[in-house]
């Protein structure tokens, strides 16, 4: 049988690219050979790559929603992060060089990589996988994360017509809402935020966002709502941060049609983890935990994906022992069967739920 597709809804794609200069039409192995031998600050900040343009096409990662991102300066972890911001001109200039970033590499890789806004432009994408031969293009879906890039709600409109499809309004606490590590409810800021965005046809990722502002986005956002990375909290013993999902807005998501992309980070696979620990006895088959606990509270397989977050702030050493690229979440496959998933379960885990989503929240 061939594997199935994988949508990878979460990659800070353009982030790398842009603070380290990573090249992702390389193998994940030649950026740890080059990043090795010539110095690079990239492994020890940001750990060693899991990503490349070969490894897609051996895990059949068909598309990826590639993230714009950067960070604010009271969080920028030192000198080595050169897209951090401390007013919103420099965060709108930093989110739209990475925009930029999406348009040059499609430009100039245009049999690797395309970018995505549209039904037509995934079912194009699509149609490159089920043909034979062994170069298939990858699609890039552009998804903002944490909207300080936003100066005013006018702009939208332009990001919108630059390709941006999904905004997350938070990644630490923004204006407009709570975020990881700074509770909070929706501002009003906020709330004129989401209605503008839906009047935009944005699709709302929850993620990064506070619980609270979460349950109020749920209640108030008139448009598609999903969660690009995160797992459920509910399955990490003790654990009392605000990052993960609680098993409400997870139920909250799954009435909204949502789906949620699980994130195979260490940190968020054993609530002791910490960066630099061994990782023994972690697994995919922990990412598969949280896989069937979305499946259980929703009673299908029809509300959970993956959102890898590679190159998130992670890398080789904060992943599960049988993951060394990307290309590993095929894994996945045999893990869900053993437990019980058939293959149309797998294959809608893997991409299918992602692309039904798709299918109800971009214009044709
Ligand atoms: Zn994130």
Known sequence: MTLPLIVDAHEDLAYNALCFGRDYTRPAAETRRI???????????????????????????????????ATPVRRKEGDWDRISYADFNTAHRLYRAQLDYYHELVD????????????????AV???????????????LPLMEGAEGVRALSELEEWWELGVRIIGPAWAG???CGGTRDPGPLTD???????????????????????????????????????????????????DGNRLLPDDVIRGL????????????????????????????????????????ICQLAGDARHVGLGSDFDGGFGLSSVPTDVDTIADLQKLGPILSARGYNDDDTAAVFGGNWLARLKTCLPA
Not at 126 to 140: D, F, M, N, S, Y
């Open 126 to 140: 699509l149609a490159g996988w089920a043909g034979p031969g062994e170069t298939h293009p990858v699609g890039l």
């Open 174 to 176: 923004t204006r407009f």
């Open 254 to 293: 799954i009435e909204r049609g949502g789906a949620i992309g699980v994130v195979p980070f260490c940190q968020f696979l054993d609530g002791r983890w910490k960066k630099g620990d061994k990782r023994d006895g972690i697994t995919l088959e922990r990412l598969a935990d949280h896989i069937d606990h």
């Open 189 to 239: 800021e906020g709330r004129r935020l989401l209605h503008a965005m839906a009047e935009t046809g944005f699709t709302l990722d929850l993620s990064h966002m506070d619980p609270l502002s979460a349950r109020q986005a749920l209640d108030l956002y008139p448009g598609p709502i999903l969660a690009s990375h995160a797992n459920a909290a509910a399955l990490l013993p003790g654990y």
């Open 108 to 123: 100039r890789h245009p049999e690797q990589f395309r970018l995505v806004g549209s039904r037509a432009e995934v079912e």
């Open 35 to 69: 990043e090795k031998s010539s110095g690079s600050e990239a492994p020890r900040f940001a750990g060693e790559t899991l990503i490349g343009w070969p490894d897609f096409q051996r895990g059949r990662v068909a598309l990826v929603f590639g993230t714009l991102f």
